[in-house]
């Protein structure tokens, strides 16, 4: 906690499928008040590249809904290049107080 009272909180959503399917995101401890903001990095895993996708090229959208002091729901936009065989790990970072 910073002296003006923000919380930084990060973590990662292992296993995460490729294609649209929402994940609930639980903050290791709970926002006193408001969370405020929240990033996401999407990762693809090693064993995807040995099914033979290709990652290279590919750029997911991520997206969030609910954005509350507990956590969030997670996915990603369905409408993507990720095939539906490859899983990864979303990398979020959030800021609240």
């Not at 995460?16 to 996401?40: C, D, M, T, Y």
């Not at 002091?69 to 979020?92: E, F, M, N």
Request: proline residues 5%; charged residues 15%.
């Amino acid at each position: 906690m910073f002296p003006n009272g923000l919380i930084m909180q990060w973590g990662k959503v292992k296993d995460v499928p490729g294609h649209e399917e929402w994940r609930q995101l639980f903050f290791p401890i709970a926002f006193p008040h408001k969370a405020l903001s929240i990033n996401l990095t999407y990762s693809l895993t090693e064993n995807v590249r040995e099914t033979g996708f290709t990652a290279g090229l590919c750029s997911p959208t991520l997206k969030f809904d609910s954005l509350t002091k507990i956590g969030a729901i997670i996915g990603l936009d369905g409408t993507g290049s990720i095939s539906t065989a490859s899983r990864g790990v979303v990398y979020w970072f959030a800021i609240g107080y």
